[in-house]
T-cell receptor, first 109, second 114 residues
C-alpha cells in the first residue's frame, strides 16, 4: 500500500457546487497533515493544515479521521479559480514529508 | 528576493551529460528539500538537509544523483550521466525547521533529457 493515496480525478464540477475528496495514509503514527494546491506548471502552495478537530478556512473545510486513516477536503460554492490539483501531504516514516499524486479539479462555468 | 530561487528554470541536456541544478532557499531557513515531479504526478521526495547536514537521501533514485549544501544555504543537485527517465521538474523547498509548514517552494527546474 502506498504511503499516501489520492483519487487522481479529474473531478469536473459545475461552478457553485460543493466538491469533496479524500486522501488515505498508511502510517498510523503520522502527526502532520496538509493540503497543498498546485496550478498547472506552477509550484505547490500550502492551502491549509488539517487539525484533529477539523478546521475551516472560508469555503474550505479540512477533516481528519484517524481511525480510518484519511483526511478530506471539502470546497463549498466552488469558483472557476478553484481549478487546480490538490495535493495531500502527510508526514511519513522517519518524519519524511510525503506528497500524494494529487487530485485534479476542474470547475466548469 | 524573498522566495526560494531555483536556476536554471529550464535545462535541456543530451543523454549522458552531467547537469547541476541550484537552489537558493529563503534566508534563515534551516531545512531544505529536493523533490522530483514527473508529469501528472505529485512531488516525490529526494533528499533533505538541515543546515549543511544531509539527513536523509533515501529518495535519490540512483547513485548518479548527488546533492550538497556545503555552507548551509545554497544547495546544488547534481545528476551524472543523465538518462531520459531523469526528465522531470525538480522542486526545491525550504522551511524554518524540519516539520514546519508551509514549505516554501521554488518555481522548479524543468529538466529535459534528449
Amino acid at each position: 500500500r502506498k504511503e499516501v493515496e489520492q483519487d487522481p480525478g479529474p473531478f469536473n464540477v459545475p461552478e457553485g457546487a460543493t466538491v469533496a475528496f479524500n486522501c488515505t495514509y498508511s502510517n498510523s503514527a503520522s502527526q502532520s497533515f496538509f493540503w497543498y494546491r498546485q496550478d498547472c506548471r506552477k509550484e505547490p502552495k500550502l492551502l491549509m493544515s488539517v487539525y484533529s478537530s477539523g478546521n475551516e478556512d472560508g469555503r474550505f473545510t479540512a477533516q481528519l479521521n484517524r481511525a480510518s486513516q484519511y483526511i478530506s477536503l471539502l470546497i463549498r460554492d466552488s469558483k472557476l479559480s478553484d481549478s487546480a490539483t490538490y495535493l495531500c501531504v502527510v508526514n511519513g516514516r522517519d518524519d519524511k514529508i510525503i506528497f500524494g499524486k494529487g487530485t485534479r479539479l476542474h470547475i466548469l462555468p | 528576493g524573498a522566495g526560494v530561487s531555483q536556476s536554471p528554470r529550464y535545462k535541456v541536456a543530451k543523454r549522458g551529460q552531467d547537469v547541476a541544478l541550484r537552489c537558493d532557499p529563503i534566508s534563515g531557513h534551516v531545512s531544505l528539500f529536493w523533490y522530483q515531479q514527473a508529469l501528472g504526478q505529485g512531488p516525490e521526495f529526494l533528499t533533505y538537509f538541515q543546515n549543511e547536514a544531509q539527513l536523509d537521501k533515501s529518495g535519490l533514485p540512483s547513485d548518479r544523483f548527488f546533492a550538497e549544501r556545503p555552507e548551509g544555504s545554497v544547495s546544488t543537485l547534481k545528476i551524472q550521466r543523465t538518462q531520459q527517465e531523469d526528465s522531470a521538474v525538480y522542486l526545491c523547498a525550504s522551511s524554518l525547521a524540519l516539520g514546519d509548514q508551509p514549505q516554501h517552494f521554488g518555481d522548479g527546474t524543468r529538466l529535459s533529457i534528449l
